[in-house]
């Protein structure tokens, strides 16, 4: 049972433009939420986390936004840069462990 | 600053042979450590994680075992490998204390296993 669930699995962005990339989950128990991004054959590097008691968290080109009665989140990236293409997973955190989405292919375009 | 290896940084391993993958983290003490497994196209997969030195849960039913000989160390193995068990392993490592974001886990470069 996939508990996090990322239903886009591709998007394409033109440089500069924001990419918009969402997640939803099912278990309410969640305490936080956490984006990652991912290169071919490399392990994925944390980009930004949030907790469920808040709906908004920015760093830089990056605000994640949490809808908790929807169990909808979403990772906003303003403005796209060509290094930003990359798989980003959407992760939620539950008893010390997390549960990933499948994944979403980001393509940044000139 | 906290750095985690992994290596090899690929293996070709035929059906039947036997599996060890090291992972050890430096700069840290007691970390929370990982094992994943992500399979061609998919998501992350969580197979084991540790606590402490000893402590092993695991979460999926396989073929594969993990010990956590030291701290810092965590170890994935297998007896005899299947074909099924291709994919590229992930360690990762999270603070073990509430106070220092316990949830963010930090990953290492990875292992792509090819079993043939």
């Known amino acids: 049972d996939q508990q996090v669930k990322q239903n886009s699995p591709s998007l394409s962005v033109q440089e500069g433009r924001i990419s918009i990339l969402n997640c939803d989950y099912t278990?309410?128990?969640?305490?936080?939420f956490l984006w990652y991004k991912k290169y071919p054959a490399e392990g994925p590097t944390f980009l930004i986390s949030?907790?469920?008691?808040?709906d908004k968290n920015e760093d830089g080109r990056f605000t994640v936004f949490l809808n908790k009665s929807a169990k909808h989140l979403s990772l906003h990236i303003v403005p796209s840069q060509p290094g930003d293409s990359a798989v980003y997973f959407c992760a939620a955190s539950a008893d010390y462990k997390l549960s990933f989405g499948a994944g979403t292919t980001v393509t940044v375009r000139a | 600053s906290q750095t985690i290896h992994q290596w090899p940084a690929t293996l070709v391993q035929p059906v039947g042979s036997p599996l060890s993958l090291e992972c050890t983290v430096e700069g840290t003490s007691n970390p929370n450590l990982y094992w994943y497994r992500q399979a061609a196209g998919r998501g992350l997969q969580l197979l084991f994680y540790?606590?402490?030195?000893?402590?092993i849960s695991s979460e999926v039913p396989q073929n594969l075992s993990a010990s956590r000989p030291q701290d810092r160390q965590f170890i994935l193995s297998s007896k005899k490998l299947l074909l099924s068990d291709s994919g590229f392993y992930l360690c990762?490592?999270?603070?073990?204390?509430?106070?220092?974001?316990?949830?963010?886990?930090?990953f290492g470069p990875g292992t792509r296993l090819t079993v043939t």
């Open positions: 990762a490592w999270s603070p073990s204390t509430e106070g220092l974001k316990y949830y963010e886990q930090y």
């Open positions: 278990n309410s128990m969640f305490d936080y």
């Open positions: 540790s606590v402490g030195i000893g402590q």
């Open positions: 949030i907790s469920s008691i808040k």
